[in-house]
């Protein structure tokens, strides 16, 4: 880990309350890895690259134990942040009006947390204050407050 030391984004591995950090992947696993992740491959073959199993990786990033940063957002990401239910985001990605995915990982797209953040700077977003819901127009948020909210 040390030779990682100071990198900005890293894929660490943190070891258990207590116990020693042994068996995991080495500095050039990890470095490899990492190489991977930002070149966009999918979270098996960065899985492998750890000497891992995918439903392995997948419970420790769950669980805090393992970390891939920068992180990738997937759609039930983005719902949770703007509020979107799944037809309301199904509506957006038909009408082109989300950001381009940077990645597809098995059958779901998948965004850099920067690629979004960046999208939001730009979409001027109307929030319902009621609900936590973002809409892209106008028109879609009083068509929304009449609904709901009217
Ligand atoms: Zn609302």
């Known amino acids: 880990m040390a030779a990682l030391s100071g990198t900005s984004a890293i894929v660490v591995s943190l070891a258990l309350d207590g116990r020693p950090a042994t068996g995991g992947p080495d500095d050039e696993a990890i470095a490899e890895a990492y190489r991977r992740w ?9 899985a492998r690259a750890l000497g891992n199993t995918l439903p392995r ?15 990738r957002l997937m759609g039930r990401d983005l719902r949770e942040r703007f509020g979107w239910t799944t037809s309301a985001q199904s509506l957006y990605v038909r009408k082109g009006l989300l950001p381009t995915p940077d990645g597809v990982d098995g059958t779901s797209r998948w965004w850099w947390e920067s690629t979004v953040d960046g999208w939001e700077q730009v979409a001027e977003l109307h ?4 609900c936590r819901h973002a809409f892209i127009s106008v028109v879609g948020l009083k068509e929304h407050r009449t609904r709901l909210h009217g």
């Open 127 to 130: 929030w319902c204050g009621r």
């Open 38 to 46: 930002r070149a966009g491959a999918p979270r098996a073959e960065v």
């Open 57 to 71: 990786l997948t419970k420790q990033l769950r669980s805090g134990e393992s970390v891939l940063e920068p992180r």
